[in-house]
């Protein structure tokens, strides 16, 4: 936290995004670094809780293929609408663990796919996702009702 404090003190740096999942973390750089600090959450499945905590948004993967749901769930917090922001985030947490469920970017490549956005494919180093976890983007799409 020292090293975030005397990062905000820097003209260029306005922020920082936190994808430790650690709600405690938005309270202690808000002390380091100051009320103006911009506090982005970088883990889709706790981006409501560190808005609670004092986060401002997310960098999200989820939001690339559930774009209008994950900006909901932002607007609902933002428009003091706790009830909806929650159901939005209870109905998003079957993708934002499918997103997760291998090594980024194989399991957002293969939702993209089925969303017509491009191929599958990743390229060298990274490779695509086993058959389950295929399954289980595919699932979760379907559950959160991106797919039919």
Not at 30 to 41: E, I, Q, T
Not at 77 to 90: F, M, S, T
Not at 102 to 114: Q, R
Request: proline letters at 6%; aromatic letters at 4%.
């Amino acid at each position: 936290m020292e090293t975030v404090g005397r990062l905000a003190k820097l003209p260029r740096v306005v922020g920082i995004k936190d994808a430790t999942a650690d709600l405690n973390r938005p309270a202690l750089i808000r002390l380091a670094a100051g009320p103006d600090f911009c506090l982005l959450s970088g883990e889709d499945g706790t981006a409501l809780p560190f808005l609670a905590a004092g986060g401002v948004g997310c960098i999200s993967v989820t939001a690339n293929i559930a774009p209008r749901l994950c900006a909901d769930m932002q607007r609902a917090w933002r428009d003091g609408d706790i009830k909806k922001a929650q159901d939005l985030h209870v109905r998003l947490a079957p993708l934002h663990a499918a997103m997760f469920c291998e090594a980024s970017p194989g399991p957002v490549k293969h939702a993209a796919s089925l969303l017509g956005k491009c191929a599958a494919d990743c390229r060298a180093p990274l490779y695509g996702i086993a058959e389950a976890s295929r399954k289980k983007v595919e699932d979760a799409l379907r559950q959160v009702g991106v797919i039919g």
